[in-house]
């Protein structure tokens, strides 16, 4: 899926010269995202003002991901589309950013060399000084030194939703899942300073910030090398203290370092909200020793045991791979059965297929036929779907508390927001409808992955809510 981040805040004026408009086509996950978000905030505090057509553009930045498939050649025929335009107007400025250009950086100044600029994911912080460096240069400039510490400012969210932000806490990863690129593209597990990215809620909470979502690769074991016991409970608790945030959570987690300090600290935080996205991957031991995934399923399940003490009704989702090298029906079996028990609320199925440069592409045959890993998929999706569908007729009859955020897509004549575990909750649209806002819902009607209901009184804030469990 092709996105084109939408974080233009204001009509650009005429006089903005094109060396100073950008436009940037973001692809791949969340951590992309934020990182494009955080480029762009530097490039504003430099004069430049996104544009979302080309050919309005000065400056043309492409932020790559590894995760895609056939990354490289798409970067490349996304950038041989611009040679035309470079040659006759040597001014422009072309780059690649993210995983892509860090990990195939020498392929792609070779393949794309009439490109300005590649800048791999730990000097970002650095583009717009890359840009006017590059003005001056004849060749590919390269910026994509791993151990450079990264350093980024954030004054203000300029993400889609004024009301929510992504903080990012941690880069990279000390993991070797041998189906993942990621410790490649984005190097060694870095912590930021706990201070830095408290301070940096604040910031966010006085610009009309309720809702954070914390940002890792593996987000739980933030703090390694930080020392004196510092950890996500630490932003956790130092979340409770940020007037204006009523909402926090984290992605995404690793079952190794759920920790007990960790549960604790999401159980008696009262805005830490009621859901854990878990990636589990597969409920068979052999296939997850194959994915050197560092756990086997007894452990994925004492886990959950120990969460579900503290948290008793936390909505649990999960990511799961089928058709992973070597998988039999009887791994595979394994992990259906993983997902009743469990009760997952929600997963996410990927179809395995390898990436180049990692450990399963290098040493192991794909050796699993589309059509099975599809109806593997399938078959998965449908298990977690019932399961889903069952545990959500819990909640009729339950009033819930939902940040409102906006027009349903499907039915303009309802609005649709998120409960506190994450849900998304539909209900008929009033007249005082207001994104960013707090309601009250009672809830008639669910689906497997929806909740329906009416309001059911006016606009309410969170502390003044009764909310019936
Ligand atoms: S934990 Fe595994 S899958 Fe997740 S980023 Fe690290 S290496 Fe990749």
């Known amino acids: ?9 204001a009509p650009i004026a005429a006089d903005v010269p094109r060396s100073h408009r950008v436009y940037f086509e973001v692809f791949g996950c969340q951590m992309n995202k934020l990182d494009a978000e955080l480029m762009l905030e530097g490039l504003k505090r430099k004069g430049y003002f996104l544009v979302h057509d080309p050919d309005d553009a000065g400056v ?21 589309s611009f040679k035309k335009r470079k040659q006759q107007e040597p001014e422009l400025i072309i780059g690649l950013t993210g995983c892509v250009a860090q990990h195939k950086q020498e392929q792609l ?20 000084e890359l840009i006017e460096e590059a003005r001056g240069e004849s060749s590919t400039l390269l910026a994509t030194d791993m151990d450079s510490p990264l350093e980024f400012v954030r004054q203000r969210n300029l993400g889609p939703n004024r ?8 880069r990279g990863c000390d993991m070797v899942c041998t189906y993942c690129i990621v410790p490649t593209t984005r ?37 390694k090398r930080l020392g004196q016991g510092v950890g996500l409970d630490t932003l956790l608790r130092g979340v409770e203290e940020i007037d204006g945030i009523e909402r926090c959570h984290f992605i995404t987690s690793h079952p190794r370092f759920l ?3 960790l549960i604790q600290a999401m159980a008696e935080c009262t805005k830490v909200m009621d859901y854990l996205h878990l990636p589990v991957q597969s409920g068979s031991d052999s296939m997850l020793a194959r994915m050197k995934r560092t756990y086997d399923r007894s452990f994925y399940l004492h886990v959950i045991d120990r969460l579900r003490e503290k948290i008793p009704d936390i909505t649990l989702a999960t990511d799961f791979i089928v058709g992973f090298p070597g998988e039999t029906q009887e791994e595979f079996d394994r992990s259906l059965s993983l997902v009743s028990e469990v009760g997952f609320d929600h997963s996410y199925v990927f179809q395995y297929s390898p990436r180049p ?16 890993k599809k109806q593997r998929n399938h078959q998965l999706l449908a298990a977690v779907s019932a399961e889903a569908e069952s545990r959500n007729q819990r909640f009729i009859g339950r009033r819930v508390e939902v940040l409102a955020e906006g027009p349903s897509r499907l039915d303009e004549s309802r609005w649709a927001g998120r409960a506190g575990d994450h849900r998304i909750v539909i209900w008929p649209v009033q007249d005082d409808e207001e994104a960013g806002s707090f309601v009250v819902i009672e809830v008639d009607r669910t689906s497997s992955a929806t909740l329906y209901g009416q309001r059911v009184t006016g606009p309410t804030q969170r502390p003044t809510l009764q909310i019936s469990k």
């Open 1 to 9: 899926m092709k996105l084109t981040y939408p974080m233009q805040t």
């Open 357 to 372: 440069g990692t450990v399963s592409d290098a040493r192991m045959s794909d050796d699993i036929p589309l059509d099975v």
């Open 109 to 128: 100044s070779q393949r794309v060399p009439w490109i300005d600029l590649i800048v791999g994911t730990r000097e970002f912080d650095r583009l717009p």
């Open 163 to 170: 009301w929510h932000a992504f903080v990012s806490v941690m």
């Open 187 to 223: 190097g060694k597990e870095v912590s930021r300073p706990p201070d830095e990215i408290l301070d940096e809620v604040r910031r966010l909470a006085d610009t009309g910030v309720k809702e954070i979502t914390f940002l890792g690769q593996t987000v739980n074991s933030y703090g």
């Open 60 to 80: 043309i930045l492409y932020n790559t991901c590894s995760v895609r498939e056939h990354a490289e050649e798409r970067a490349v025929m996304r950038m041989t």
């Open 259 to 261: 920790r007990p300090k």
